[in-house]
């Protein structure tokens, strides 16, 4: 049997699906991973076929990271849209290429809207692999839209699940819409995605996950298989190369620092921070430079940095593997960690919750009357297909959303603005947001920043 698997993303998101490959191929299937250009070398090096979707997605991180930056959420808007265009017409494209005598689709996720579509183009089975709980169930909430797990909130758990597939559904719509349009030429899909249709057939899907990590909910058929980690070992004939060797042997196990596909414009910024930890605690470290590509000239004996390294052989001779976390940064003692876990499930449905609203309001407006935001009075204007009218409720409408941003932004700004500056000032250690120069530097960026202005004169 030749299998086509579709996988794009970062790194973390593609090499399970590497492995899932590799293990079919030694079970006697012909197999081709359909993903970025990113990743060729880590498909190929494993005895996988490999075929481009077009382009990068580092690339494309960093240019998104460059938008957010800018902060004009117009312009970044605009920019995902015709980026998740692109890439929906590319992998279209590649992907006839890809699953031609092909006997199975396999997509992970970001695969499932463009492998559904290849599907019914090429009248190939579809079979869907995720490495999270996709399926509605009533046993947990989705890991997309977090909640508290109380008994207030248990009747939250399946709708949430159903609100995450929709908030991906209606944000790719469009570009779904225009691959099937322009490349494939099928039918548009439902409105509300392909997800009734995929229950009803009840469409098999595998999880790539532990059943001791998380059981099998209760209320899930046999159309769910959880059938472990799908975990990638060294390609054949890997060796680590031999500085690493000789920098292990040379001290004690040292900490291994990554930060993945987070992108950064001052890598050598981010580098400096974590040698200055380093240094302060005594530690010696093993950097990732990852996409976010930190770099620096001089390294002192104690810190290696790699490109890429298997952290199935790394991590048992490192001390411990960290990534990023606020908690240090916001000074949370370990026994007050439980109220930091609330306030990112309540802050993550929150920002969920809303953008649903959004993604669907706007394809109510925007898409289907084929709107165009230039400006605020486009938006507001925007409004009127959904309420009516003349156009007069719908800029109360807009009024009433735009007063509600500013009165938050009065409030934020100040508060992040004090607590950079106060960060920016301090010799050492972490600053405190209970002193009286964060309080005073809060209510007088409150009222414009005059005091402080005139004081760093």
């Given at each position: 049997?030749?299998?086509?698997?579709?996988?794009?993303?970062?790194?973390?998101?593609?090499?399970?699906?590497?492995?899932?490959?590799?293990?079919?191929?030694?079970?006697?299937?012909?197999?081709?991973?359909?993903?970025?250009?990113?990743?060729?070398?880590?498909?190929?090096?494993?005895?996988?076929?490999?075929?481009?979707?077009?382009?990068?997605?580092?690339?494309?991180?960093?240019?998104?990271?460059t938008l957010s930056e800018q902060g004009n959420m117009?312009?970044?808007?605009?920019?995902?849209?015709?980026?998740?265009?692109?890439?929906?017409?590319?992998?279209?494209?590649?992907?006839?290429?890809?699953?031609?005598?092909?006997?199975?689709?396999?997509?992970?996720?970001?695969?499932?809207?463009?492998?559904?579509?290849?599907?019914?183009?090429?009248?190939?089975?579809?079979?869907?692999?995720?490495?999270?709980?996709?399926?509605?169930?009533?046993?947990?909430?989705?890991?997309?839209?977090?909640?508290?797990?109380?008994?207030?909130?248990?009747?939250?758990?399946?709708?949430?699940?159903?609100?995450?597939?929709?908030?991906?559904?209606?944000?790719?719509?469009?570009?779904?819409?225009?691959?099937?349009?322009?490349?494939?030429?099928?039918?548009?899909?439902?409105?509300?995605?392909?997800?009734?249709?995929?229950?009803?057939?009840?469409?098999?899907?595998?999880?790539?996950?532990?059943?001791?990590?998380?059981?099998?909910?209760?209320?899930?058929?046999?159309?769910?298989?959880?059938?472990?980690?799908?975990?990638?070992?060294?390609?054949?004939?890997?060796?680590?190369?031999?500085?690493?060797?000789?920098?292990?042997?040379?001290?004690?196990?040292?900490?291994?620092?990554?930060?993945?596909?987070?992108?950064?414009?001052?890598?050598?910024?981010?580098?400096?921070?974590?040698?200055?930890?380093?240094?302060?605690?005594?530690?010696?470290?093993?950097?990732?430079?990852?996409?976010?590509?930190?770099?620096?000239?001089?390294?002192?004996?104690?810190?290696?940095?790699?490109?890429?390294?298997?952290?199935?052989?790394?991590?048992?001779?490192?001390?411990?593997?960290?990534?990023?976390?606020?908690?240090?940064?916001?000074?949370?003692?370990?026994?007050?960690?439980?109220?930091?876990?609330?306030?990112?499930?309540?802050?993550?449905?929150?920002?969920?919750?809303?953008?649903?609203?959004?993604?669907?309001?706007?394809?109510a407006t925007l898409f289907v009357h084929h709107i165009?935001?230039?400006?605020?009075?486009?938006?507001?204007?925007?409004?009127?297909?959904?309420?009516?009218?003349?156009?007069?409720?719908?800029?109360?409408?807009?009024?009433?959303g735009l007063l509600n941003a500013s009165l938050m932004?009065?409030?934020?700004?100040?508060?992040?603005?004090?607590?950079?500056?106060?960060?920016?000032?301090?010799?050492?250690?972490?600053?405190?947001?209970?002193?009286?120069?964060?309080?005073?530097?809060?209510?007088?960026?409150?009222?414009?920043?005059?005091?402080?202005?005139?004081?760093?004169?």
């Amino acid at each position: 049997m030749q299998i086509t698997i579709i996988a794009g993303g970062s790194r973390e998101d593609v090499q399970p699906y590497v492995a899932l490959g590799q293990g079919l191929q030694e079970a006697g299937h012909r197999v081709h991973l359909l993903t970025s250009d990113d990743f060729e070398t880590l498909v190929t090096d494993h005895g996988l076929a490999f075929f481009t979707t077009g382009g990068s997605a580092e690339t494309v991180a960093r240019e998104m990271q460059t938008l957010s930056e800018q902060g004009n959420m117009l312009k970044i808007l605009s920019e995902m849209r015709h980026a998740s265009e692109k890439q929906a017409v590319q992998a279209a494209s590649k992907g006839l290429t890809a699953c031609q005598g092909s006997d199975l689709i396999l997509g992970r996720l970001s695969g499932l809207f463009s492998g559904q579509a290849l599907s019914e183009k090429l009248s190939i089975p579809l079979l869907l692999a995720y490495l999270v709980p996709f399926t509605p169930t009533s046993a947990f909430p989705s890991v997309l839209t977090p909640l508290p797990r109380t008994p207030l909130t248990h009747w939250m758990n399946r709708p949430s699940h159903h609100m995450a597939q929709q908030t991906m559904w209606q944000s790719f719509r469009s570009a779904d819409h225009k691959a099937r349009a322009e490349v494939l030429h099928v039918p548009p899909a439902p409105f509300w995605g392909p997800f009734s249709s995929l229950r009803h057939q009840k469409q098999p899907i595998l999880y790539g996950y532990s059943s001791h990590m998380l059981r099998h909910p209760s209320d899930w058929d046999d159309a769910q298989h959880v059938t472990g980690y799908w975990f990638l070992e060294p390609s054949p004939g890997w060796e680590p190369p031999a500085d690493l060797l000789a920098f292990l042997q040379a001290g004690p196990p040292p900490i291994y620092i990554g930060f993945g596909s987070m992108a950064s414009r001052k890598p050598e910024e981010a580098a400096d921070l974590v040698l200055q930890a380093l240094a302060r605690t005594g530690q010696r470290g093993v950097l990732y430079e990852g996409w976010g590509g930190l770099r620096k000239e001089q390294l002192p004996e104690t810190v290696y940095m790699t490109r890429s390294i298997p952290h199935t052989w790394l991590f048992p001779r490192a001390l411990w593997p960290h990534q990023q976390s606020a908690i240090a940064d916001k000074q949370i003692p370990v026994k007050h960690l439980h109220y930091e876990r609330i306030e990112t499930y309540f802050g993550a449905f929150l920002t969920d919750f809303v953008a649903f609203f959004i993604v669907i309001c706007t394809g109510a407006t925007l898409f289907v009357h084929h709107i165009q935001i230039t400006q605020a009075q486009d938006a507001a204007l925007a409004l009127v297909p959904l309420v009516g009218g003349n156009g007069h409720f719908a800029e109360i409408l807009f009024g009433i959303g735009l007063l509600n941003a500013s009165l938050m932004a009065a409030s934020v700004l100040p508060l992040s603005t004090a607590y950079s500056v106060l960060v920016g000032s301090a010799e050492s250690g972490a600053p405190s947001r209970g002193t009286p120069i964060f309080v005073a530097l809060y209510w007088d960026y409150c009222r414009g920043g005059r005091y402080y202005a005139v004081c760093s004169q």
